[in-house]
């Protein structure tokens, strides 16, 4: 059985910093999309960030985050600095059977549990 697990996230100060780690267990992602998504409560969920043979960001986090992974562990990071409150919201990590990077939720076939994130002033 699949499982995405993340952890790191918390409170942070605005223009602080948090690294979201995503650990995966029951097969090995080292040729698909690793990705990070993000809802803020009466949003939809939002595309953030995912790695494969690149990277792709989304606008609102280009420059700020970084998204890396380790694959001898199985393992998705997201560095994400200079927090905005805007930043607030559950971040999942996500991966698809693919090497192609989508930005649609609905295309990716396994999901964390979901991690909190908050950004206070």
């Known amino acids: 059985q699949v499982q995405l697990v993340e952890s790191g996230g918390g409170l942070v100060q605005a223009g602080g910093s948090l690294r979201l780690s995503c650990v995966a267990s029951?097969?090995?992602?080292?040729?698909?999309?690793m990705a990070w998504f993000r809802q803020a409560p009466g949003k939809e969920r939002e595309f953030v960030a995912a790695?494969?043979?690149?990277?792709r960001y989304a606008d609102s986090v280009k420059d700020r985050f970084i998204i890396s992974r380790d694959n001898t562990k199985n393992t998705v990071f997201l560095q994400m600095n200079s927090l905005k409150l805007e930043d607030t919201a559950l971040y999942y990590c996500a991966a698809r059977n693919s090497v192609v990077i989508l930005s649609l939720p609905e295309m990716y076939e396994y999901w964390g549990q979901g991690i909190q994130v908050t950004v206070s002033e």
């Open positions: 029951g097969r090995t992602f080292s040729e698909s999309v």
């Open positions: 790695d494969s043979w690149t990277t």
